[in-house]
Structures are given as C-alpha cells and as structure tokens.
C-alpha cells in the first residue's frame, strides 16, 4: 500500500507560478511511476504529467507543456510539479498517482492515488 500526501496548492494570479510536492509512502518509491492529474467540479479528471521511474521519461498535456515540469527525488521519496505561466483554465484539483507499471496519460494505469490540493489561478 502506498500512501500519497500532495501540498504546494493555493491561490495565485494570473501569470503566476506554484509547486506541488507529493510525498509518498513506499519504501521503494524508485519502483512506481508517478503523474499529476487535474479535476475540475462537473468534468473529467484529466492528465497533466507523469515521469518514470528513473525520472528519465517524462510526457506532458499538450495544455501544459512548455509551462509545466514535473520531477522526482526518488532519495527524498517525492515527487514535484512546477507550474509557471499559470492560467485561469488551469484551476482544478491537482491528483499525484503512482503505477506499478510504465507512466501513462491514462489514470486507470494508476494504483494509487493522494486527496488531491486545490489550485486556483485568478484573472
């Protein structure tokens, strides 16, 4: 079982940056492939970026490459989302999820999942 904890979200203007930070559990966090998915109320969860387990692969939403980065510190058992260049579109509910298996744009190759933080980009 491993246990997802994400922080970092907030309020923020337009144009503006946050980092998410998603503490895992697992003793061998290294073995999961990890990904940030958004939620807005009334529409589907969908995904923003992943990164393997090594951290040498990474795969961005065409809606947040070039703004977004997403990283890991497999010592520190964590992993980040660095958003820059934030926009109101961007508000939603911000998921990490790890994967037993390769990272994936698709949440049902997720097997674990955090409470989710709340972002909100003011215009």
């Known amino acids: 079982q491993v246990q997802l904890v994400e922080s970092g979200g907030g309020l923020v203007q337009a144009g503006g940056s946050l980092r998410l930070s998603c503490a895992a559990s697992?003793?061998?966090?290294?073995?999961?492939?990890m990904g940030w998915f958004r939620q807005v109320p009334g529409k589907e969860r969908e995904f923003a970026a992943a990164?393997?387990?090594?951290?040498?692969?990474?795969g961005y939403a065409d809606s947040v490459k070039g703004r977004f980065t997403i990283s890991r510190d497999n010592a520190k058992n964590t992993v980040y989302l660095q958003m820059n260049n934030l926009k109101p579109e961007d508000t939603a509910v911000y998921y990490c999820?790890?994967?037993?298996?390769?990272?994936?744009?698709?949440?049902?190759?997720?097997?674990?999942w955090g409470q989710g933080t709340q972002v909100t980009v003011s215009s």
């Open positions: 990164i393997s387990r090594s951290g040498g692969g990474t």
């Open positions: 697992a003793r061998t966090f290294s073995s999961y492939a």
């Open positions: 999820a790890a994967s037993n298996h390769y990272y994936s744009v698709n949440d049902q190759s997720y097997d674990y």
